[in-house]
């Protein structure tokens, strides 16, 4: 089946740090990738939208200077927390979407955690 | 506005019984309906998807059912087995501008399946 890979599945970094997450899909094309960060008791809310060689869309109340967001090739899609405090602690799962699929299927996720 | 809604947050079953998880939506423009399972700390895994142009989809253990008319899904699991204790989301996404649009998620459903 689809292969998605995160790297690092977790991190510990100090308040105003940056910190990259990279996402991969191992085994298929992805034209979209997703990133989603998951609140306690919550559901998967979902960042950003990254498209290989474009701009990323971001939701509603996401600050795109603070998660840039660059899907550099259709394997690979980075997520950087700029500045990073203590409220960006949290669980980050990206998704990717393969061509002409429906499916998305997930990384297993990078628990980041801000001091 | 939640698009798309899980009104059960926990279930508790017996273990051989039927589990049913429910799920409502409301935008009719949904095309296509998934169902994940997340255990703690990992990704949500791909279970099942559903097209709205079917009303029943069935792979080993699970069978989704749609109900388009009543907008409202849900997952059976039968029989239930002690590893299927885990969160379920349910999610939904409408297919336009040529690509398939990301996903919206439900808050889930933590299912505990008790020996």
């Known amino acids: 089946g689809a292969v998605v890979s995160q790297h690092p599945s977790r991190v510990i970094c100090k308040s105003g740090t940056s910190v990259k997450i990279e996402c991969r899909s191992l085994?298929?094309?992805?034209?979209?990738m997703f990133w989603y960060r998951q609140f306690p008791k919550k559901s998967l809310m979902l960042m950003a939208t990254?498209?290989?060689?474009?701009?990323?869309?971001?939701e509603q109340g996401v600050e795109k200077d603070k998660f840039l967001i660059n899907h550099a090739s259709l394997t690979l899609s980075t997520l950087t927390v700029t500045s990073a405090h203590p409220e960006d602690s949290s669980f980050y799962i990206c998704?990717?979407?393969?061509?002409?699929?429906?499916?998305?299927?997930f990384g297993p996720g990078t628990r980041l955690t801000v001091t | 506005d939640q698009q798309v809604k899980q009104n059960s947050p926990s279930l508790s079953v017996q273990e051989g019984r039927i589990s049913i998880l429910n799920c409502d939506y409301t935008?009719?423009?949904?095309?296509?309906f998934l169902w994940y399972k997340k255990y703690p700390a990992e990704g949500p895994t791909f279970l099942i998807s559903?097209?709205?142009?079917?009303d029943k989809n069935e792979d080993g253990r699970f069978t989704v059912f749609l109900n388009k008319s009543a907008k409202h899904l849900s997952l059976h699991i039968v029989p239930s087995q002690p590893g299927d204790s885990a969160v379920y989301f349910c999610?939904?996404?409408?297919?336009?501008?040529?690509?398939?649009?990301?996903?919206?998620f439900g808050k889930g459903t933590k299912l505990s399946v008790k020996p």
């Open positions: 998704s990717a979407n393969p061509q002409r699929g429906y499916e998305q299927y």
């Open positions: 085994d298929f094309q992805a034209t979209t």
């Open positions: 990254s498209n290989e060689g474009s701009k990323a869309t971001y």
């Open positions: 935008n009719s423009m949904f095309d296509y």
């Open positions: 559903i097209s709205s142009i079917k």
């Open positions: 999610a939904a996404s409408m297919y336009y501008g040529g690509s398939q649009g990301n996903l919206i």
